[in-house]
């Protein structure tokens, strides 16, 4: 007797597909601060600017030199609504007669960004 095995083996193939899924997480929330809002700098900065754009030559914080100090300035222009923008028409345009006759020449942008002097006033305006 014979017993005819058939084996029929039938090669199980499996295909295996690995598929990864990379999940790009995309930390695109930069904290970018407004450049519209306050740009509050500290004393250090403000000296910086003050030596880059020759302010310093004749301003000072608390003395007077060839301009008023900013301290005088500060307390001529403090709570009036439109301080900062008088003040930064009068840096941009320079110009005498609040203080004296001694005028203020013009600091054009090329030697004070708009960025620099927005942050020059409201830090004169600090003191
Ligand atoms: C050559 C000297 C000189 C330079 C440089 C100069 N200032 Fe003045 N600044 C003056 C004088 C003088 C006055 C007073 C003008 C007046 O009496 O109206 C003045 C006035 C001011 C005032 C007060 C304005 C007001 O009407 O109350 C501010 C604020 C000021 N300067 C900021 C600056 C800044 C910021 C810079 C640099 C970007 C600068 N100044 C560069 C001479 C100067």
Not at 13 to 21: A, D, F, L, S
Not at 26 to 42: K, T
Not at 116 to 127: C, F, G, I, N, T
Request: aromatic residues 4%; proline residues 6%.
């Amino acid at each position: 007797m014979r017993v005819l095995g058939v084996s029929y083996s039938k090669p199980n193939q499996e295909v295996r597909m690995k598929i990864r899924v990379a999940a790009l997480s995309v930390a695109g929330a930069f904290a970018l601060s407004s450049f519209a809002a306050s740009a509050a700098i500290d004393d250090k900065k403000a000296q910086e600017i003050m030596t880059k754009a020759g302010c310093a030559a004749c301003h000072h914080v608390d003395k007077k030199l060839v301009g008023p100090a900013y301290k005088e300035v500060a307390k001529k222009h403090k709570g009036k609504k439109d301080a900062a923008a008088v003040l930064a028409k009068k840096i941009r345009d320079g110009g005498a007669g609040a203080y004296g006759q001694i005028p203020m020449p013009p600091n054009p942008p090329a030697r004070l960004s708009d960025t620099d002097l927005k942050a020059m006033v409201e830090w004169v305006l600090s003191k």
